[in-house]
């Protein structure tokens, strides 16, 4: 069942704003070296976020039948399940100092090697079997945008964030039962 606007934005929000190795990563450069130097990274893993975004909603479409488009789309929502109860148990997070400075190599390379990004993706994609290439390109768009939001404010509040364990376990909680939420209705419905 092709997700509402409204959906894929809920969908979005736990995934993207939720403590991953993206967001750990520009909010650990950000406490270290500030916006500017984060910058590069950023449009490097963004700009690779589009890239595979298109080029996956595109193989999807040209690859699967409806009925792989569907069975993607439950293992995509046991996925998010699975996601949801790491976020309910987890405690604060102490992420390993990155180098001062990186690049737009660097992003593009922490995208690629994201499981994360890469099941959301597909598990994403799933959800639209019948879209045209705008449809396909409006999904991209979003969640790519989506995305650089959360990292933005990631990379903004840097480690403060993340060096308080109640509001880390509070946060991953919320996140938790909306995830679990949103693939509950995806995979019910």
């Known amino acids: 069942m092709p997700m509402s606007t409204l959906t894929l934005l809920l969908f979005l929000f736990p995934l993207a ?8 990563f520009f909010a650990a450069l950000g406490a270290r070296a500030g916006w500017r130097a984060a910058l590069p990274a950023f449009w490097g893993y963004h700009g690779a976020t589009l890239l595979a975004a298109l080029a996956t909603g595109a193989g999807l479409m040209v690859l699967a039948g409806p009925e792989l488009m569907r069975a ?20 604060a997070a102490n992420p390993s100092a990155p180098p001062a400075r990186a690049s737009m190599l660097d992003g593009a390379a922490l995208l690629a090697l994201n499981p994360k990004a890469w099941a959301i993706m597909a ?9 045209n290439t705008f449809k396909i390109a409006e999904v991209a768009a979003v969640f790519t945008l989506n995305n650089a939001l959360a990292f933005a404010i990631w990379t903004l509040a840097g ?10 376990r509070l946060a991953n909680r919320v996140f938790a039962l909306i995830l679990a ?3 509950l209705h995806l995979a019910l419905g």
Do not use: E, I, Q
């Not at 993607?72 to 148990?89: F, P, V």
């Open 123 to 131: 598990a994403l994609f799933a959800h639209y079997p019948d879209a």
């Open 159 to 168: 480690y403060a964030l993340l060096a308080k364990p109640s509001y880390a």
């Open 72 to 91: 993607l789309g439950l293992a995509g929502s046991a996925y998010m399940l699975w996601l949801a109860l790491k976020l309910w148990r987890a405690g």
């Open 17 to 24: 704003y939720s403590p991953g190795p993206g967001n750990l």
């Open 181 to 183: 939420a949103v693939a």
